[in-house]
Nanobody, 119 residues
Framework: QVQLVESGGGLVQPGGSLRLSCAAS????????MGWYRQAPGKQRELIAT???????NYADSVKGRFTVSRDNAKNTVYLQMNSLKPEDTAVYYC?????????????WGQGTQVTVSS
């Protein structure tokens, strides 16, 4: 069974840091683009960072300069390093992976991990 499993969320004070992980497992023959999304209460899910299979990255303006996305292909894992966190970063964070399974590409979502920034 192919799945993405996220970890690393929690409660942090403003100005603090967290690192989220998203690990892919199962019968995967390729992991292509990966992305991080977040959804705050009462708001739509928004794309905040992407990383291509070659390592090219893009960020939403709201997180640029504070968040860094990276990947470890040997571990089938993508990371989101979040620094200088603000209360408005509070949300459920999801990863999305374009995974090669059974000769085709499919989008898979992680289950989400809660990040709360509060003093």
């Amino acid at each position: 069974q192919v799945q993405l499993v996220e970890s690393g969320g929690g409660l942090v004070q403003p100005g603090g840091s967290l690192r989220l992980s998203c690990a892919a497992s199962g019968s995967i023959f390729s992991i292509n683009a990966m992305g991080w999304y977040r959804q705050a209460p009462g708001k739509q899910r928004e794309l905040i960072a992407t990383i291509s299979s070659g390592g090219s990255t893009n960020y939403a303006d709201s997180v640029k300069g504070r968040f860094t996305v990276s990947r470890d292909n040997a571990k089938n894992t993508v990371y989101l390093q979040m620094n200088s966190l603000k209360p408005e970063d509070t949300a459920v964070y999801y990863c999305l992976g374009v995974l090669g399974v059974g000769g085709r590409e499919y989008d898979y979502w992680g289950q989400g991990t809660q990040v709360t920034v509060s003093s």
